[in-house]
């Protein structure tokens, strides 16, 4: 199933790059794992997927161990709770939910005390003001993007949202459109992290370089979170 999914999912990213008049190769696939065993991301690996996003430390640690720190490129796409911060230097590849200074702050000092050279982070942005879900702010991110631009450890390579969900993709669009105006504005060039199963097209239209999909290829959660 994986693999026929996995087909179209890559189809489908290509058609919505063409019409963007991008290079699908520019758009990385991560695959959302959260919820699914370990047999499940064996089974993707084994498919050709080489990036996967997880949600939860815990969880993602069991996977990463069992499966191995280089059987894939891993990245943490949920809240990032501080006293997990330190696991998750050691598991995780790139952490795309920084929200915070104080976060920032304690994964540039626990880099430096565990000896990791270089910790990709992104800065999840809060475009709609919700406070039930993690990000930043827009008004907080310009004394944070100054910060992780002055860090040796952690290296500021982009932005990430998490929208509000709407069944109409379309709907979506307005947020991507912004995420990319403050990316253009705090680094040009940078990562967009946007668009997951529903509404990645309209993301890919909007300039996104990271699509994260969990659904499309796994199938729906047990447990939606
Ligand atoms: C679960 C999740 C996804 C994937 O969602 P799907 O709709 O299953 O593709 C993407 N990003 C984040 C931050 C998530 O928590």
Redesign the pocket.
């Known amino acids: 199933m994986i693999t026929e999914n996995l087909k179209a999912v890559k189809e489908r990213i290509q058609i919505a790059a063409d019409r963007a008049d991008r290079d699908a190769s520019d758009i990385k696939l991560?695959a959302?794992s959260?919820t699914h065993p370990v047999a499940v991301v064996r089974e993707a690996i084994d498919a050709g997927l080489t990036v996967f996003?997880e949600?939860k430390v815990q969880e993602a640690e069991r996977k990463i161990t069992e499966l191995g720190r280089d059987a894939a490129e891993w990245h943490l796409?949920?809240h990032l709770q501080s006293n997990k911060a330190r696991k998750a230097v050691h598991l995780f590849d790139v952490i795309?939910?920084v929200d915070s200074l104080e976060l920032a702050e304690r994964l540039e000092r626990i880099c430096e005390e565990e000896g990791r050279d270089n910790l990709s982070v992104l800065v999840q942005v809060d475009l709609a003001g919700e406070d039930t879900k993690s990000g930043i702010a827009a008004a907080d991110l310009a004394k944070l993007v100054e910060f992780l631009k002055g860090c040796e450890r952690l290296s500021f390579d982009g932005l990430?949202v998490?929208p509000p969900f709407f069944d109409d993709p379309e709907a979506t669009r307005g947020y991507f459109r912004q995420l990319r105006a403050v990316r253009d504005e705090v680094i040009p060039g940078g990562e967009l992290s946007m668009g997951?199963?529903?509404d990645?097209e309209v993301a890919i239209e909007e300039g996104s370089t990271m699509v994260?999909?969990?659904?499309?290829?796994?199938g729906a959660?047990e447990h939606n979170?």
């Open positions: 991560v959302v959260k996003g949600n796409i949920g795309q939910s990430m998490l997951m199963s529903h990645f994260r999909i969990g659904t499309a290829i796994f959660r979170e």
